[in-house]
């Protein structure tokens, strides 16, 4: 089992214990949204425009709402499958959906959080945390281009991942998944800022992800 079917099963697990209802860290969706959300992502190619392109994101957002329709468990039966053959993904799961899946997984799990209330992060294994830094990498290297500061990202044992951005320096420092978590723009997030005070504002109220 790969990682990212691991961390599918690890999701599905948790979908099945909150329920349908529960909140995520999607503003506006609930957990069935959010699944309908990565149904859709995996079953519907014609859909993946409007996930980057304004233009398309009516077409999107409309087969998404009648996706959420359909009965919860069969939501979950489809998710727990992973890509079906005509699926684009089928061949790139192991690469394309650890993110999706991690990133989701703790919009679940953190979705009844307060942006600024400090969290205890579940302990992920050395693997998983080493493979999310290729994700932490090249996401931030989009969220973070236009940063109001020159923003690095560091691990706890002080490797740099990336630095990105013009102006005051600022350091972010967090395992892997609270780095990935951070380019995406969730929160909250179990990071430490190192910079100037307004230049660390500025990079925490900025937007970020997609």
């Known amino acids: ?21 529960a909140p995520t860290l999607c503003a506006g969706w609930s957990v069935k949204d ?29 087969v998404r709402a009648a996706t959420a329709d359909e009965p919860w468990d069969e939501l979950l039966d489809k ?6 053959v005509y699926s684009p993904l089928k061949l790139v799961d192991r690469w394309a959906n650890l993110a999706e899946m991690f990133v989701h997984h703790e919009d679940v799990l953190r979705g009844a959080a307060r942006p600024d209330q400090t969290w205890t992060p579940r302990e992920l294994s050395d693997e998983l945390q080493q493979a999310l830094v290729t994700p932490a990498k ?38 892997p998944g609270e780095l990935v978590l951070f380019a995406f723009g969730r929160a909250p997030v179990d990071v430490v800022f190192k910079g100037d005070d307004r230049a660390v504002a500025a990079v925490r109220d900025a937007k970020r992800g997609l």
Do not use: Y
Not at 1 to 21: C, H, I, K, N, W
Not at 79 to 84: I, K, R, V
């Open 1 to 21: 089992m790969s990682l990212a079917q691991a961390e599918r099963a690890a999701l599905v697990d948790t979908l099945r214990s909150v329920g349908p209802d």
């Open 138 to 175: 090249s996401m931030s290297r989009m969220t973070l281009k236009n940063s109001p500061a020159r923003v690095t990202l560091r691990t706890r044992d002080s490797r740099d991942l990336v630095t990105l951005g013009s102006g005051d320096e600022v350091t972010v420092i967090g395992t």
């Open 34 to 62: 959010l699944v309908a959300h990565l149904v859709v992502r995996e079953r519907r190619p014609d859909t993946a425009p409007g996930i980057m392109i304004p233009a398309f994101a009516g077409h999107t957002e409309k």
């Open 79 to 84: 998710l727990a499958g992973g890509p079906p």
